[in-house]
């Protein structure tokens, strides 16, 4: 608890930029969901609190994801109601804790350090486009929206210059405002000012966009914001009155297969999205710890049963609110559970005046985060580091970008897995030489998949040579790579080329199989690797 509260003064700093870009996101989620929009207050207040005090990450924030957004809706329309979808994520919940317990939580470790960092390249692109045009004043589609195709029958790329043809002057000069903000907070000379350093660059950007919104509106009602363009948090005027907008499960459903069916896949895919979100989080993190991958399922199990008891929307660990907390200076879990507290003080007493602020302040916030996200440094980075680094990285933005974060996700591990494979191709058949002596080595498993690289390997050994085959490291050897070998040592006559094989006896898979080459002579050494 001592270390908890030893960074106290930035993960406060940071919880109110996280609490300030949670209010929109979990609204627009609970809109594009067709959940009610308290669903989307509950989840971020309990992945806040709750999620936050049990999880084992230092900076992951959790709350309704994106990513869940299709999924959420037609689950809720298959359903046929509300309360039987809130029993789905009970259910949800209670499975995420099954699999933390049974340790299932490593899954994230097969995925390729080039995918992760092409997912939060990707989440900062997105993060840009997605949010230009509510800089500008375009609030056709919701805040949270993540998707490619919206609901208003554009996508990622078309709203763009729809929002240029219908810029709400009012909306762009706050926007403009709290970028300017921003940037100049990042200044190293400001920084070097201790009351200003201490002040968080996004706060004091809404508070200026809401200032200067309200001037404008004093020139006339076409300087006016209208609703549709700020922050529209349900206003309640007492706890009970909050209380009165919550739901609760229909446990009679409890048996419906199709509950079970939503629930299982609401648990697959939230689990998934969370150990990756997490990962990406851990290679933010300026200190460089690893967070716990099963207890930070048990946290998120424990966090869905209780939104789904208390009528919240399904959460994740969220990129886009944990970057934010990185970039604002959180050290600790405190800046995620100090948010969650934010969210329900705010939902409780708060909403009047936090509709007050512009959606383009937020949208600057977030555009800011993006950049950061996805600066051209990362880019050369990991081009310098050869293509099977740079087209996994590449390939898994642009998935992202043109379909959601787990499809893109699995792409580019696929895509990693084929530059995975073709690396253990070029090292499992060596040749040198030495003069007109040849050594060809097999190493590890050599499947099936090496057959053509042992062909065209074979076809340059050149007439009048002598080639050694060792097999001796190699643990397992398809029967297809033996009738290669087998094949050569026979056409190898005819262009005078003596073939001969060592193996290791002592290997059953080496033991029982026949060569028509002639075995090296014991005691023999097999000659050292030279480069040809």
Not at 401 to 425: E, K, P
Request: aromatic share 6%.
């Amino acid at each position: 608890m001592k270390d908890l509260f030893s960074t106290a003064g930035a993960d406060f700093r940071a919880s109110i930029v996280v609490f300030l870009i949670a209010v929109p996101l979990c609204l627009g989620i609970a809109l594009g969901s067709g959940a009610p929009l308290p669903a989307g207050i509950v989840a971020g207040i309990v992945g806040g609190i709750v999620v936050g005090a049990l999880s084992g990450s230092a900076l992951s924030v959790s709350g309704p994801a994106a990513g869940l957004t299709a999924i959420v809706a037609a689950a809720i329309v298959g359903l046929g109601s509300w309360p039987a979808f809130l029993t789905a994520v009970v259910i949800a919940g209670g499975l995420q804790l099954a699999a933390g317990a049974s340790k299932l939580g490593s899954i994230a470790d097969f995925v390729p350090n080039a995918v992760i960092r092409g997912m939060l390249a990707a989440i900062g692109l997105l993060l840009i486009l997605k949010q230009f045009p509510h800089l500008i004043g375009y609030d056709k589609d919701y805040a949270g929206d993540f998707a490619f195709s919206q609901a208003s029958g554009e996508n990622t790329f078309s709203a763009l210059p729809h929002a240029l043809q219908a810029v709400t002057p009012t909306a762009a000069m706050v926007g403009a405002l709290a970028m300017a903000i921003l940037w100049t907070w990042e200044r190293p000379w400001l920084k070097r000012i201790a009351a200003l350093a201490a002040v968080p660059g996004p706060l004091v950007a809404v508070l200026a966009s809401v200032a200067a919104s309200k001037g404008l509106a004093a020139l006339g009602t076409a300087w006016t914001l209208e609703s549709e363009h700020l922050v529209q948090l349900p206003e309640v005027q007492s706890a009970s009155g909050f209380l009165a907008h919550l739901s609760f499960p229909d446990f009679a459903r409890v048996t419906d297969p199709a509950v079970w069916k939503a629930g299982a896949t609401l648990a697959i895919v939230a689990s998934l999205e969370t150990l990756l979100g997490v990962a990406a989080v851990d290679k933010l993190d300026p200190l460089n710890r690893v967070s716990p991958p099963n207890r930070e399922l048990m946290a998120q199990g424990a966090g869905n049963m209780l939104a789904g008891l208390l009528g919240g929307l399904p959460m994740t660990s969220v990129i886009v609110r944990s970057s934010a907390n990185v970039n604002s200076g959180g050290r600790s879990r405190l800046s995620t559970i100090l948010h969650g507290i934010l969210l329900l003080a705010a939902a409780l007493f708060a909403a009047r005046w936090l509709n007050l602020i512009p959606l383009a302040a937020l949208a600057a916030i977030l555009v800011f985060t993006g950049y950061k996200l996805a600066k051209v440094e990362i880019f050369r980075e990991l081009w310098a580091q050869g293509k099977e680094q740079f087209i996994p990285f590449a390939v898994t933005i642009g998935a992202i970008l043109i379909t959601d974060l787990l499809s893109g996700i699995l792409v580019g591990i696929a895509v990693g897995i084929f530059f995975h494979i073709q690396a253990n191709f070029r090292t499992a058949v060596t040749l040198v030489h030495d003069g007109p002596n040849y050594l060809l080595r097999l190493r590890k498993d050599v499947s099936f998949f090496v057959k053509p690289t042992l062909r065209r390997t074979l076809e340059t050994v050149p007439r009048d040579a002598f080639l050694l085959v060792d097999l001796s490291a190699a643990d397992s050897i398809d029967r297809d790579i033996i009738d290669v070998i087998n094949e050569f040592a026979h056409h190898a006559q005819l262009k005078n080329i003596t073939v001969q094989v060592r193996r290791n006896p002592t290997r059953p898979a080496h033991a029982a199989i026949r060569f028509d080459a002639k075995p090296a002579p014991e005691p023999s050494t097999i000659p050292a690797e030279v480069t040809p």
